[in-house]
């Protein structure tokens, strides 16, 4: 039978879904990925009409296949790919092939930074064909596939999966054959990602440190008076809030430590804060710079309305995952990674 029969029809549809799709998979890192997947095929409950006199089932196999996907955002996409799910054996000289294109949605949910659980459903285009003494009898038609797995990201654009699909009564039903089953696939499968598109960073604002100046006494032209003019330097002040994954909030705890700085900014008028969130690497470069966008964006938020601090002297800022503090290969070092630094320059002060 030609693959082309019951390619053709899903092909379509994914193209159609995807041309459809919600173009914040942009915004949410990288939206398309292709896979290849290996592992085993089980076959179970055979219909009572099963090839007759009853003989033993060879009921496992060797499967796999691959895939394309499309992220519509963060957590769903859409997948499509041509799955081989090997032969199921009626006997030592009559089996039939199984084999055909998946259409389904994949639903995510992160556990934390580096792992990922997913859920899959949708239809499964299939083909039968008969081998050895059943080669005369095909079939093909759609039924329904769902599957569970779990997905570890090695980077932004490589990851592996672990995964188990069930797909619910294959036929193979031309006369005067009328048989069906259900196949189970469990196995491995790797990924690579890619798509997202480019980020343009704004430049960060260069903070110089003054250095400390004592400046000479200033004579002022009066008769027999002198006034002496002193330069005081006020040191800077920096106060760093950690984050959970992938949250743009914080507890209250966290927003008082923010007092010192609020006062710092009350007592000195001329004084100017920057805020500058950061995230750890887990997930895309977009999607951090977003998220890192939102920290800082809460915290001058914060600082302008609790203290009444006018927003033209806060100067915000992300940096997504580009500016790390510790290495982002370990949980230790990602927690100290998903911050906001909140810090005044340092200022001179006439004092008379």
């Known amino acids: 039978m030609s693959n082309i029969k019951y390619i ?18 942009a915004k949410n890192g990288n939206p398309w990925y292709v896979g290849a997947r290996f592992g085993g095929t089980y076959s179970s409950d055979f219909s009572d009409k099963a090839i007759s006199p009853p003989v033993d089932l ?21 997948e499509t790919g041509y799955t081989h799910l090997g032969d199921v054996g009626f006997s030592e000289s009559a089996s039939v092939e199984q084999q055909g294109i998946d259409l389904v949605g994949k639903f995510n ?27 005369a009898y095909d079939d093909n038609g759609m039924t329904a ?21 069930y797909y619910n009564n294959i036929e193979l039903q031309d006369a005067p054959i009328d048989t069906n089953w259900d196949t189970q696939f469990y196995g491995l499968s790797l990924v690579y990602a890619w798509g997202a598109a480019p980020m ?12 400390a100046v004592m400046e000479k ?11 002496t003019a002193t330069v005081i330097e006020i040191a800077p002040l920096t106060i760093e809030l950690p984050f959970e994954f992938d949250s743009g909030k914080l507890p209250q705890k966290y927003l008082d430590q923010l007092a010192p700085i609020a006062q710092h900014l009350v007592d000195y008028p001329d004084a100017q804060l920057f805020v500058v ?45 580009l500016q790390p503090r510790a290495s982002n290969k370990n949980a230790e070092g990602q927690s100290l990674n998903r911050r906001v630094s909140a810090f005044t320059p340092g200022l001179k002060i006439e004092s008379k």
Do not use: C
């Not at 060879?58 to 992220?71: C, E, K, M, Q």
């Open 8 to 25: 053709l029809p899903l092909a379509l549809l994914a193209s159609g879904a995807v041309n459809a799709a919600d173009d914040t998979a």
């Open 58 to 78: 060879d009921r496992t196999d060797i499967g796999g296949g691959v895939f394309l996907g499309y992220n519509i955002n963060r957590w769903v996409g859409i």
């Open 109 to 135: 949910l992160y556990t934390n930074d580096s792992l990922q659980m997913f859920a899959k459903a949708g239809v499964f285009y299939y083909a039968t064909d008969g081998q050895d003494q059943l080669s």
């Open 145 to 165: 596939t769902a599957g569970l797995g779990m997905e570890y990201f090695f980077n932004k654009n490589v990851s592996a999966r672990l995964e188990y699909q």
């Open 200 to 211: 343009v960073l704004p430049e960060e604002p260069a903070i110089v440190q003054p250095k």
């Open 217 to 227: 006494p200033v004579v002022v032209a009066k008769p027999q008076a002198k006034v």
């Open 277 to 321: 969130g950061h995230t750890d690497s887990r997930g895309s470069e977009v999607y951090n710079q977003k998220l890192s966008e939102q920290r800082a964006a809460l915290i001058a938020d914060y600082l302008a309305t609790k203290f009444a601090i006018d927003k033209s002297r806060i100067n915000q800022s992300g940096r997504g995952e």
